[in-house]
């Protein structure tokens, strides 16, 4: 139903920025609540942001927020994480995922997505 594409990683200074999009094809992200998580290596994969089908309801990991903003574009058919003021434990490599259900808050866990993209490499070096 849904294919997610990740685009837009590389690598920064720390303090640097980086936008990463999140392109859908099939069903449109307007019926989807939308979430970006990271992996980095010897970790979990972990929750960082999530957004509503509205973009109305919005929910970060701690560790992000008042640097991070997850947006998204209907017209587009795509989802955005802005990062800001990047640290060296942000690097990873960071998945676009999306479900389907109604909801009234934001999933924060793995197996709670649908769909997932390939994910693409954040490497923030100080």
């Known amino acids: 139903q849904v294919q997610l594409v990740e685009s837009g990683g590389g690598s920064v200074q720390a303090g640097g920025s980086l936008r990463l999009s999140c392109a859908a094809s099939g069903r449109t992200l307007s019926s989807c609540t939308m979430g970006w998580f990271r992996q980095a290596p010897g970790k979990e994969r972990e929750f960082v942001a999530g957004?509503?089908?509205?973009?109305?309801?919005?929910h970060y990991v701690d560790s992000v927020k008042g640097r991070f903003i997850i947006s998204r574009d209907s017209a587009k058919n795509t989802v955005y994480l802005q990062m800001n003021s990047l640290k060296t434990e942000d690097t990873a490599v960071y998945y676009c995922?999306?479900?389907?259900?109604?909801?009234?808050?934001?999933?924060?866990?793995?197996?709670?997505?649908?769909?997932w993209g390939q994910g693409t490499q954040v490497t923030v070096s100080s």
């Open positions: 995922a999306a479900y389907t259900t109604g909801l009234s808050t934001i999933r924060t866990g793995v197996n709670e997505y649908d769909y």
């Open positions: 957004i509503s089908r509205t973009g109305g309801l919005i």
